[in-house]
């Protein structure tokens, strides 16, 4: 008797934050999965998470048509997560957040696969301010364009134990004595990587309609200044909060974005400006996780299991080991 052929599923950026999550569940639900990336020498680790030849990194670029042709061969599930937080060199918004999207979209029609998924973001809006934004929003024209049946998947701030966004406020709450607090008001829905990562293994099966956009956020809606709050109260420091408006940090977003990694630019000074929450059509049309069938994780269920790292004794702060407290 022949062993039935496991499915394969190829995903573009499987190596980063949310790729990862991904491929660990795919892993566990039996896939085979080919993780797509620029540098498949630095994506060894995912490796590690299936039964030695079940996840391979493989080599694929997104402004090399020829390599995403190759990387979705035989593919029965494409997801793309590809998406890139500012610009350097030829790492453009439009480069890879539209052309790229269009060259897996095409790619996967052209191959014949029959389950494409795309990872977008909530405020994706052609007419949007933000140059980030629009180019998402793009992308999701041209993925629908080449194959209408895809399904693009909106996730507010997503957050989890490697994000880059709670990590970097602790890293500033350590480091600094003042917290810049940037679009007081500006409203987020978190949303847990594992929900997302869950989301996403549960679309690639079949299990919400094709040819829509979801847009998923957690239980909670908090503003940047919650945001900032709870930092601090689960790093156990307290700063100043000075409020900055975007006039005031324009410009020096500016001088950061020059630097090979810049913890701010102007484009996301600009996002920091505008609410970041599902939208009332998607809630109207269950087009979020209820859709899934999936109850989303709080904010406070996970944020304390590594937030501790930002405290004075990390995890021998004296408020969460009682053998200290003597």
Do not use: C
Not at 107 to 113: D, E, F, K, S
Not at 181 to 202: E, M
């Amino acid at each position: 008797m022949t062993e039935k052929r496991r499915k394969i599923a190829t995903i573009f950026g499987g190596s980063g934050f949310i790729g990862t999550q991904l491929t660990q569940d795919l892993a566990r639900r039996g896939y085979s999965v080919r993780v797509a990336v620029r540098r498949p020498d630095l994506a060894g680790h995912v490796r590690m998470f299936g039964f030695p030849g079940q996840i391979q990194p493989i080599q694929a670029n997104l402004r090399y048509p020829e390599s995403v042709a190759a990387a979705v061969r035989g593919s029965d599930v494409v997801i793309n997560l590809v998406g890139i937080l500012f610009e350097k060199g030829k790492q453009r918004f439009r480069a890879v957040q539209t052309q790229g999207a269009k060259a897996v979209a095409e790619a996967a029609r052209n191959a014949g696969v029959p389950t494409l998924i795309h990872m977008s973001a909530i405020g994706a809006d052609p007419q949007s301010p933000s140059a980030y934004q629009r180019a998402k929003a793009l992308g999701e024209d041209e993925v629908f364009k080449a194959f209408p049946k895809a399904v693009v998947i909106r996730p507010s701030l997503v957050f989890g134990s490697e994000d880059g966004f709670f990590n970097l406020f602790g890293f500033v709450a350590r480091m600094s004595p003042i917290m810049p607090l940037i679009g007081r008001n500006t409203k987020f829905q978190p949303v847990y990587v594992a929900d997302v990562a869950q989301a996403i293994a549960l679309a690639a099966e079949g299990a919400v309609k094709t040819g829509k956009v979801y847009e998923l956020g957690g239980p909670e809606i908090v503003t940047m200044e919650q945001v900032i709050e709870r930092v601090l109260e689960q790093t156990r420091r307290k700063r100043l909060v000075l409020p900055l408006p975007e006039f005031v940090v324009k410009p020096v977003a500016s001088v950061l974005s020059i630097l090979p990694k810049p913890l701010l630019t102007p484009d996301q000074v600009v996002q920091l400006g505008i609410d970041n929450i599902v939208s009332p059509e998607a809630i109207k049309q269950k087009r979020t996780f209820e859709a899934f069938g999936i109850a989303p994780t709080t904010i406070d269920a996970i944020l304390p299991t590594y937030m501790w790292r930002f405290r004075k004794h990390g995890e021998f702060d004296r408020h969460i080991n009682p053998l200290v407290n003597g």
